[in-house]
């Protein structure tokens, strides 16, 4: 969202060069290497100054700019970004030795209201743009080191706030540019999506021709537990999202995850693991086990490490593919919408404490 001006990044050459008829063609493909590259105008000096004085006057060259950083344990990096409308989103930095991993936002908040999740504390604000969504691998990326052709993020999870396929064509439009070969090229088999269920979508997106790692947010073997942790159950239970996952292996060949939070008390007995693995059976699947983030507004308590290691082997016991996810981001308030609310009300406090 950029109010009169337009967004170049995420455009092919030869889509910026029709905003620019007097220019020479080449100038089209620098400014794509350019934006690709996360600079702004000002720092594309190889162009003409007059050039860069009507780039920066009618157009935006990346519609997000980071504004905080924390750094936490291993490298991990929580950023907080700024989009041109003064909306605020949240993305993670992971790396890993197997590659290095952005967590990016597909919407402000999120309406899925998810009991246990902070992101949809204010309900869903607005959709992400393509372009918006594109704009936090780049400026992740620059933060990182990293160009176009030197990577310094080479996987995506579209975990962070929002529902994907609640922004459903915005995300297809973002998977198109960052896999594009004229952009930043990130494979899709280094790029997974989240979902909380919404079957329709998934068996839409597996006739789409993408081929990313599906991540479901299961969280719960029973309907009536898992309606009362994530209402979209009330309009996809738990036997139609299975029945879509499996659809969707049939006609990628990808293999499920499944994301199973796990809250001390409520969803970690012997039967919650007997039901997950009967579930999970008969087609390739894997279970990510996830210790509760605890969020300050929701009344559920996390796992000890103990706890979380047992059900586990509860797990392993009936032949499920399952592991417990590293957790990074804690130390940073790395679960999504934290550290956003934590801004906001800091601003508040502030701007309070000048009117009084």
Do not use: W
Not at 39 to 44: L, N, W
Not at 63 to 92: M, Q
Not at 141 to 159: E, F, H, I, Q, S
């Amino acid at each position: 969202m950029s109010g009169e001006r337009t967004v170049l990044l995420g455009m092919p050459p030869a889509k910026i060069a029709e905003f620019l008829p007097n220019c020479p063609r080449y100038s089209a493909v620098q400014i794509a290497g350019f934006l690709n590259d996360g600079k702004d105008f000002d720092e594309m000096t190889s162009l003409k100054k007059e050039l860069r004085a009507y780039l920066e006057k009618n157009f935006v060259a990346n519609p997000v700019r980071i504004i905080r950083t924390f750094e936490g344990a291993s490298g991990t990096k929580k950023y907080l970004f700024k989009l041109t409308d003064g909306n605020l989103i949240e993305g993670v930095y992971m790396p890993h030795d197997y590659g290095d991993t952005l967590c990016l936002s597909t919407q402000i908040g999120c309406r899925m209201g998810c009991t246990f999740c902070a992101s949809g504390l204010d309900g869903l604000l607005r959709n992400l743009s393509a372009e918006e969504m594109l704009g936090q691998v780049i400026a992740a990326n620059r933060d990182n080191g990293g160009t176009c052709k030197r990577r310094a993020v080479t996987n995506l999870v579209l975990m962070g706030s929002g529902e994907p396929f609640d922004n459903y064509d915005n995300v297809l439009r973002f998977l198109d540019m960052v896999s594009g070969e004229d952009g930043i090229n990130i494979s899709e088999r280094n790029i997974s999506l989240s979902t909380s269920g919404l079957a329709d979508k998934i068996r839409r997106f597996a006739d789409s021709g993408h081929k990313v790692t599906l991540s479901i947010s299961l969280h719960a073997p029973f309907d009536e537990l898992r309606t009362s942790l994530m209402p979209v159950n009330k309009a996809y239970n738990i036997a139609q999202l299975i029945s879509a996952a499996r659809y969707y292996f049939e006609r990628t060949g990808r293999r499920v995850i499944f994301e199973y939070t796990l809250i001390a008390g409520e969803n970690d007995s012997d039967a919650c693991a007997q039901e997950l693995a009967r579930l999970t059976r008969g087609f390739p699947t894997h279970v990510n086990l996830i210790r509760l983030n605890e969020v300050k507004e929701r009344a559920h308590t996390s796992p000890t490490e103990d706890m979380t290691e047992a059900f586990l082997k509860k797990l392993e016991r009936l032949d499920v593919s399952a592991t417990i996810r590293r957790s990074l981001g804690n130390d940073i308030e790395g679960a999504c919408g934290q550290l956003r609310r934590r801004y906001i009300e800091e601003n508040e406090e502030q701007t309070g404490n000048l009117t009084e």
